[in-house]
């Protein structure tokens, strides 16, 4: 098949490409609609996601990602200048700067895909991705003991 001039080529690894194949093939079994060529559905899937992205970006643009650990998502919330930290507990998302199961927080962290990697011990986050959250979790806990030690 001949290839756009505005087509380009990029390198996927294996493990991935075998996991969106299969993800087609079982959408291409539950809906018809299902775009017929696997490329075409990686590029509209690729393309939902850059979609859905923007969409935070106006939905939130006072809440970021801030990084991961393996039991604790952080966002960062410019509104009150404070870090949101999402924990999964008795099978639910808690916020603790909210101390709520149904914050904003909790809307915003369950449109991020790093929210399924929360305690699950069977799938590894990247390394740099725990390191950015262990920076986060040790900024938010000194900023917590200087709170504790000025209120005293």
Known sequence: MPRSSSAELITLRVSIVK???????????????????FGGFVNELLHDIL???EFLRHYAPFLSEEGCTRDTLY??????????????SENKLHCSLCDSFACFHIQFAMATPRVAKLNLDQKTIDNEIEEDGQQVKKI???????????RI
């Open 19 to 37: 996991e969106l194949r299969n993800k087609w093939k079982k959408e291409r079994e539950r809906n018809p609609y299902v775009n017929e060529h």
């Open 140 to 150: 938010t806990n000194n900023k917590r003991r200087r709170n504790t030690i000025s």
């Open 75 to 88: 966002i960062k919330d410019f509104k009150e200048n404070k870090i949101a930290e999402i924990h999964f």
């Open 51 to 53: 979609e859905k992205d």
